[in-house]
């Protein structure tokens, strides 16, 4: 009998497919808009629930990290993106310390551009 009790029942609402519960609740919420007794969020009742939300998923220090990582790695990946925000930054510094401006720029075997310093050093690393 106590192994029955630690079992989740294979009942009702939550034992439905995704797309069975989706298709129940859709008819609910149609009801209720039918009725006027659905809530509607204002925009300022939307603003406040996104601060809870996200006040809420910033709590969990990994789970934030892991967000970061995969956009980092997403971003990464476009190499005349990045290229371009190296650029905004040099600029935004303003001391002359932007590289490409000081060293010329030369196309590698993949027709990527970058300064000698940078094509040396990929030279390197390869060998």
Do not use: C, L, W, Y
């Not at 034992?15 to 298709?23: L, V």
């Not at 990527?112 to 390197?124: F, I, L, M, T, W």
């Amino acid at each position: 009998m106590a192994q029955q009790q630690n079992q989740s029942s294979s009942r009702g609402f939550a034992a439905m497919d995704e797309k069975q519960q989706r298709a129940i609740a859709s008819m609910g919420g149609k009801a209720a808009h039918q009725k006027g007794t659905a809530h509607e969020f204002s925009s300022e009742e939307a603003r406040a629930a996104g601060r809870k939300g996200g006040a809420a998923v910033s709590q969990n220090r990994e789970h934030m990290a892991a967000i970061g990582r995969k956009g980092g790695a997403a971003v990464s990946q476009n190499r005349s993106h990045m290229a371009q925000i190296g650029r905004k930054g040099g600029e935004a510094r303003g001391d002359g310390s932007n590289s490409a401006q000081s060293q010329p720029e030369r196309e590698d075997e993949q027709g990527e551009r970058g300064s000698s310093d940078e094509q040396h050093a990929a030279g390197q690393q390869s060998h």
